[in-house]
């Protein structure tokens, strides 16, 4: 019997535990975790991503739920899914697909794929990259300055 | 033969690879990686963290090297170190540690425990929290009203 494989996205680009609840629960739908992480020049429908794509990257493939990540094709989205073939591909409760036009477009290649969209995370305090710019304006924005000599690694 | 244990402490306010390095390569050491992550109100040599720490604890527990992670003492922070008798104590290149006088506070508590510092991350683009916490307050920091309307999770 063949491992079922989830193929889930994002930018992940300042990782908090929303991140992480849609990864464990995408994973709990299969047995392998393929994650694809977007490419900086993809992220058009949002602000530019504070951290460059190796790096989220990086950080992704480091977490437990995750045993494959791997960077989006910057042309062709589909090209992965292509590759990797999977059996559902998860969306997170945000990301803003039109699931009957994705479920479209995956049927004109040939990807069987199912669509799963995955739930909200009960939030805590700091569950969206958007909310941790945020504070970190608030609370640094005014002396940044004076802070960069005292703090080494936080 | 009993399993060789390591700790491993620090804020973890916003993870990067050096975090990740300092982890992985302290994780090489032994068998079981244990991480006492800070307490929010023992931060006090550097800002006070973006992120509770509550979610520190929940974001350092889901990185692969981690085997167990903990939020420290308010009091004492030898109190954990004294459950979990450690084989080896890890520290970053850049905690500022005295590393004599933690061996001698730790010999005083009849705590054998080595001491080994970790070299530095040959570092990537933002491997520092400070350094991200800079760079969203110079490309966000003009306009994150305009933004977060628009921004969901990235």
């Known amino acids: ?40 020049v993809n992220v058009k429908h949002k602000p530019h991503p504070i951290i460059p794509e190796d790096q989220r990257l990086q950080m992704v493939a480091a977490l437990k739920p995750v045993d494959h990540a791997m960077l989006g094709d910057e042309k062709d989205m589909f090209l992965p899914i292509e590759k990797i073939r999977p059996d559902i591909i998860t969306i997170g409760f945000n990301q803003m697909f039109d699931e009957g036009r994705l479920a479209q477009q995956l049927a004109e290649r040939n990807l069987p794929a199912k669509i799963v969209r995955i739930g909200k995370f009960a939030d805590g305090d700091l569950c969206s990259s958007r909310l941790v710019v945020q504070r970190i304006i608030t609370k640094r924005g005014q002396d940044h300055n004076n802070v960069s000599e005292t703090e080494q690694r936080s």
């Open 1 to 40: 019997m063949s491992s079922r494989r989830i193929v889930a996205t994002g930018t992940f680009d300042i990782l908090h535990p929303g991140h992480l609840f849609y990864l464990e629960e995408s994973k709990k739908l299969g047995d392998e975790l393929f994650v694809i992480v977007a490419r900086d």
